[in-house]
C-alpha cells in the first residue's frame, strides 16, 4: 500500500513552504514517525514526520521547490509485513507449542514492566499537577510525559520543561567554502526574505524615533553575585540580567501604556497583557520568540522559559505559537559587545528596548568621580503612538528599576 508524504498546516496566515532539505532519500527505509524532511516558512523551519513504516518510493518536490499546504511532497510503500501478528511455532507433530513458564530472564522483563508502571504513575501526577496550559502544550507536541524531568514547584511540569524536551540536539555546522573560491551566491531563505521585508517595512511605516539613556549596574549586578549560585542550584537555570529588565519593561509599560499598544488602520489597540518578545540571534536569522504573560511570571520561570525558548530557536523548532502575540520587545546586543545601538522595531509593535555591553566608566556620583559598571539603553519607539515624553519617561522609569531592584520585589 502507497501512502503520501503531504505537507501539513503551516499555522495561521502561512499558505506555502519551501522545502530546505530531505533527510531521507528515495529508497530508503522509514519509521514511523521519522522525520524525512524540512520545511521552510517565512516565520519558521519545520519537520516533517514520516506518515508509516515503509521505503520512501517516491520524492515529488526537490530541495528549493514551493509547495502549498495539502501538495504531495512524496510517497512511502507501506512495510504491512512488520506489523502482520507472528503465529507460534510448530512442534514436531505438527501442533503450536505452549509458552514456557516464566524463567528468570521472563521475571526481569516483568520487574521492569513494573518500573515502567510506576514510572508511568509518577508521570502522570506531575502532569495532573500542572496548569492546563502545559498539558495542552504536552499534548500538542507529542512528548512523552514519562521523560519530562519536572522542574517547577510541588513536581509540576512547566513550559520550559516541554520547551526543553521539545528541542533536539544542533545540527552540525555548514562546511566552509573550499579554498580559492572568491565569492559563494546562495539563495535567500524564507526567514531570511521575510526578515528584510518587516524591517524595511517597519522603517518605511513607523515615525520611528530613539532615544537613549544610561543605566547604573552595580546594585543589579550585586543583587546576582548574592543570589546567583543558590537560584541556579534551585530552578536550574543560571540568573541573568533578563529577568531583571523584563520586570523593570512592565513596570514601564503599565504606567505608559501607549509604549504596549498599537496602530490597526484608524485605531490604538491598548493591551492589557503583557507578552515580552526576547530576540533572538540564530544562524537562519533574528527571530523573536514571546513569553507570554511574562508579567504573571516569576524571576526563575522568566529565566527558565527564556532560555528554553533561545534553545529552541537556535535548534530551528520554535512554532507559530512561540513567534506570535509579541507586545513589546527586549533585545540584547550587549552579548555581542555592542556599546550602543539603535533597535529596529518589530512591526506591528510601538516599542522595543535595546540593552549593551556593561563597560567600566568614570561617572559622577555626587561630588566625586567614581568608576562604575554602567550600560546605554536605547528604546525605539513608533512616534504616531507614542510622544517623546512619554519615550523619555519609559526609559527613566527603566533606570529607576534597574539601578534599584529591590523596587521590583515591591511592585514600586
Known sequence: MTIEIKVPSLGESVTEATVAKWLKQAGEPVALDDPVAELETDKITLEVYAPASGTLTEILADEGANVPVGA????????????????????AGGEREEPAPLGARERVS??????????????????????????????????????????????????????????????????????????????????RRRIAERLKAAQNTAAMLTTFNEIDMTEAIALRERYREGFEKKHGVRLSFMSIFVKAAIVALKELPAVNAEIDGD????KNHYDIGVAVSTEQGLVVPVLRDADQMSFAEIEQMTAALARTARDGKLTIEDLSGGTFTITNGGIYGSLMSTPI????????????????????????????????????????????????????????????????????
Open 267 to 270: 485605531d490604538i489597540i491598548y
Open 110 to 191: 516483568a520487574g521492569a514492566r513494573i518500573s515502567d508502571a510506576l514510572r508511568e504513575g509518577k508521570a502522570q501526577l506531575a502532569l495532573e499537577r500542572s496548569g492546563p496550559a502545559v498539558r495542552k502544550l504536552i499534548e500538542e507536541a507529542g512528548l512523552d510525559t514519562t521523560r519530562l524531568a519536572p522542574t517547577g514547584p510541588g513536581g509540576r511540569i512547566t513550559k520550559a520543561d516541554v520547551i526543553s524536551a521539545r528541542a533536539p540536539a544542533p545540527s552540525p555546522p555548514s562546511p566552509a567554502p573550499a579554498a580559492g573560491e572568491r565569492e559563494i551566491r546562495v539563495r535567500m531563505t524564507r526567514l
Open 345 to 412: 522595531l518589530n512591526p506591528p509593535l510601538s516599542g522595543i528596548l535595546g540593552m549593551h555591553k556593561i563597560e567600566r566608566r568614570p561617572v559622577a556620583a555626587g561630588d566625586k568621580v567614581e568608576i562604575r559598571p554602567m550600560m546605554y539603553v536605547a528604546l525605539s519607539y513608533d512616534h504616531r503612538i507614542v510622544d517623546g515624553r512619554e519615550a523619555v519617561t519609559f526609559l527613566v522609569r527603566i533606570k529607576g528599576c534597574v539601578e534599584e531592584p529591590s523596587r521590583l520585589l515591591f511592585e514600586m
Open 72 to 91: 504531495v511532497l512524496g510517497r512511502i510503500a507501506e512495510d504491512v509485513a512488520q506489523n502482520a501478528p507472528h503465529p507460534s511455532p510448530l512442534s
